[in-house]
């Protein structure tokens, strides 16, 4: 754990060169929330070694990480302050940030909570790291937060985002990202499981007719379909309707991925592959079953690689 290859974490330099970001878990484990944990890799990954990266579900646990991992962000830091760039660290990848004590081990809250407020200082002593927090629980935020960050002091480096996947869970999770006073608020769509209409949710205001007026309360969205051999579908309807809502509001637009199912059939040998129909709701659509890798992040042939700032 440390480096990551979540495209969204990579700094890409002026020459291009593209530097990997890195992950961070003040501790790991987590108890599912909706539809888009269904498949959580997180979990997957936790069978391997569950006395470090946990047991999933209100009666699993909640191991912190070691102190050689808390010390691991100062490093990065040094190195992004030296070479004079940002860096970017996505906070948690196996487990949620903002998990309340409902969904949590008894014997995990106070060890989880002192873990929280590690983070912040260990936040504050890196100011060269961009630190994203995603969460599927933004009702926690505010309250989970220091009293000053929620009070419009919150440091520059720390980016928030909500994790969605459908119009419900953004409907229900969006309102309560606009109330934090984050110098970047984020959401991620991954996996993406239906249509998402942004002005619904509650993240673009003043759409008219034409869309001239329209005003964007949040800095960022992120639209990836789900991988591995359980993979649901993302219909390219959805992906593209998010990036026109994005271009048409000023709204930064990063595609990460196909996930393990393409719109065509993508695979590099250019051989039919072997196809796995699903009709798709929102319209006609055949999804190829190609595989993450030969899916790739091309929509309409194009990368969408935008950023924040
Ligand atoms: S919130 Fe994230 S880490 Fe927790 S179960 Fe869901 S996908 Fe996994």
Redesign the pocket.
């Known amino acids: 754990m440390g480096m990551t290859t979540i495209e969204w974490t990579s700094y890409r330099r002026p020459d291009g060169t593209v530097v990997p970001g890195y992950s961070f878990n003040p501790w790991r484990g ?5 539809a ?2 269904r498949h ?4 997957s990954l936790s069978g391997r070694n569950p006395a470090v990266l946990g047991v ?1 579900g209100p009666r699993g646990s909640r191991p912190i990480a070691a102190e050689s991992y808390w010390r691991q962000p100062l490093a990065w830091n040094a190195e992004a302050g030296r070479m004079g760039e940002r860096r970017r660290v996505f906070c ?1 990848s ?3 940030v903002f ?1 309340g004590p409902e969904s949590m081990p008894v014997d995990a809250h106070d060890a989880v909570e002192n873990a929280r407020w590690r983070l912040y200082q260990l936040i504050v002593e890196t100011p060269h790291l961009d630190w994203l927090l995603l ?3 933004p009702q926690h935020i505010l309250a989970m937060l220091p009293e000053r960050w929620a009070q419009q002091e919150m440091p520059p480096n720390v980016w928030i985002g909500v ?1 969605i996947e459908d119009q419900s869970t953004a409907n229900a999770r969006i309102p309560y990202l606009r109330q934090v006073p984050a110098r970047v608020r984020f959401v991620s769509c991954e996996p993406l499981l239906g249509p998402v209409n942004l002005h619904e949710a509650g993240a673009i205001e003043d759409v008219g007719p034409t869309w001239a007026d329209a005003n964007s309360l949040i800095d960022w969205v992120i639209v990836g379909g789900e991988s591995g051999s359980q993979a649901r579908p993302m219909h390219p309807h959805w992906a593209r309707s998010l990036r026109d809502q994005c271009v048409r509001a000023n709204i930064p637009f990063f595609f990460k991925q196909w996930g393990s199912w393409a719109p065509d059939c993508l695979c590099a040998t250019k051989r039919p592959c072997a196809t796995m129909e699903r009709p798709q709701p929102g319209g006609a659509g055949v999804m190829f079953h190609c595989g993450k890798k030969a899916a790739g992040r091309m929509l309409d042939s194009q990368l969408w690689d935008d950023l924040p700032l």
């Open positions: 987590c108890t599912k929330v909706s888009g944990c959580c890799y997180a979990e999933w948690a196996l487990a949620d998990e969460t599927k629980r994790s």
